[in-house]
């Protein structure tokens, strides 16, 4: 019995991120912004017969798919390229590649959507004790380099009683593994 693959196998893509939610879903967005468009490319590449510029969308695609846990997307990258390789130009089809393309596009932005929306609802409803000492312990995190994990940053957060746009840029400089920025924020 054939089984379909796992569009977007989350626990892994959380593994590949160290647990790091907000990360995985920064580098999700990415990946749907910069591959939004790509079907009007590939098509056109394919009827210009421009197989180089297709493999190439192709063999990245794979390879960033397999990373971020979008198992039959990395799959279905696999069978086209070497579809790619064998079949003639003109009768190379990738509607089937698309469709799974435009699946897991759809999954990955649901999953993202959802995420963000319960950590917005989370962070309203916290109501947590505030720690006076926070943005002292959370200056010394970063200047230590230490991976600090979403819960504790939202507490740190409270603690340093930021304005929302400060908060957005430090949550940013945090995911994005820039502490010196991060550090700068809070000085």
């Given amino acids: 019995m054939n089984q379909d ?3 977007f196998d989350v626990g892994f893509a959380l593994r590949q991120f160290s647990g790091n939610e907000s990360l995985l879903v920064k580098m999700l967005g990415k990946f749907n912004e910069q591959y939004q468009g790509v079907e009007e490319t ?8 421009n197989l180089d510029a297709v493999r190439q969308q192709v063999h990245t695609i794979k390879g960033v798919s397999g990373n971020l846990g ?11 390229e070497a579809k790619i390789k064998s079949e003639a130009p003109e009768t190379l089809n990738c509607n089937q590649y698309i469709s799974v393309l435009k699946q897991t ?3 990955t932005n649901e999953y993202a959507n ?27 995190a970063l200047k230590r380099n230490e991976f600090i994990t979403p819960d504790k940053l939202e507490q740190y957060i409270r603690d340093c009683a930021l304005d929302n746009d400060t908060q957005s840029a430090l949550r940013n400089a945090i995911d994005d593994l820039d502490y010196p920025a991060a550090i700068a924020l809070l000085e």
């Fill in 70 to 80: 979008m198992i039959a997307l990395h799959q279905a990258s696999r069978d086209f």
């Fill in 42 to 49: 590939l098509v056109s590449d394919i009827r210009l017969q």
């Fill in 114 to 140: 959802t995420v963000q929306s319960a950590d917005a609802a989370t962070s309203n409803a916290a109501q947590g004790e505030v720690n006076p000492q926070g943005k002292q312990e959370l200056l010394k």
């Fill in 105 to 107: 596009l759809t999954m």
């Fill in 5 to 7: 693959p796992i569009i």
